[in-house]
């Protein structure tokens, strides 16, 4: 009788395949002596690795789902769409991306908040409503910032991440608030009302995970 898979490894390993999808073209890059995307793709593949260093440096647990989620956004967004210039050649790829980093921002925000307010020592005592809206503009500020990071690799390295100017840009920003405000009105209903929701398995896992960080079980909800 074999053993149960463990809980993740499907992930992980999905993961790991990106990453190394990404490291070949990483020699391919190197051997065609293409030195900007050799730093860009170098540069990508140190940006999916900081989930797991960062959870190794302050001794944090992160769920396997969520680092699929950072490094498939990773790889879709600037691997796909930049390097290998998925933007231009599908014009709704950049739509679909803002889409997916304003539910996943969403998620990471609420989370960070919620595991605030669970834990004694942070002797925060925060509505289901201002946890919502702090979920809501956490993304909202992420998507900001990617913009502000967009304009500068524009003006400095010519890369034309802004191909659309300024109408570009708030259809982005648009997109981004309209996705995190879907997870901030799921998440304050699950806080609410207490209804079985995902947000509260992931955030379920990521407790479970973590348990020095909690002193105490997971509310349900308000009711």
Known sequence: ????????????????TLQAVMAVGLVLAVLQQNWFHTTVISGILVLTALPLVLGKRFDVRIPAEFELMAVLFIFLSLFMGWVHGYYLRYAWWDGALHVGSGLLLGILGFTLVWALNQNPSAEMHLRPGFIAFFAFTFAVAAGALWEIFEYAMDVW????????????????????????????ALGYG??????????????????????????????????
């Open 1 to 16: 009788m074999t053993d149960p898979p463990v809980p993740g490894t499907l992930h992980r390993r999905i993961s790991l």
């Open 157 to 184: 390295f010519q890369a034309d991440m802004q191909w659309g100017g300024l109408e570009d840009t708030m259809w982005d920003l648009i997109l981004d608030a309209a996705s995190a405000a879907v997870i901030s």
């Open 190 to 223: 699950w806080l609410r009302s207490g209804r079985d929701s995902f947000l509260e398995r992931w955030i379920h896992r990521f407790v479970t995970e973590n348990p020095g960080l909690f002193g105490e079980e997971p509310f349900r909800g308000e009711g």
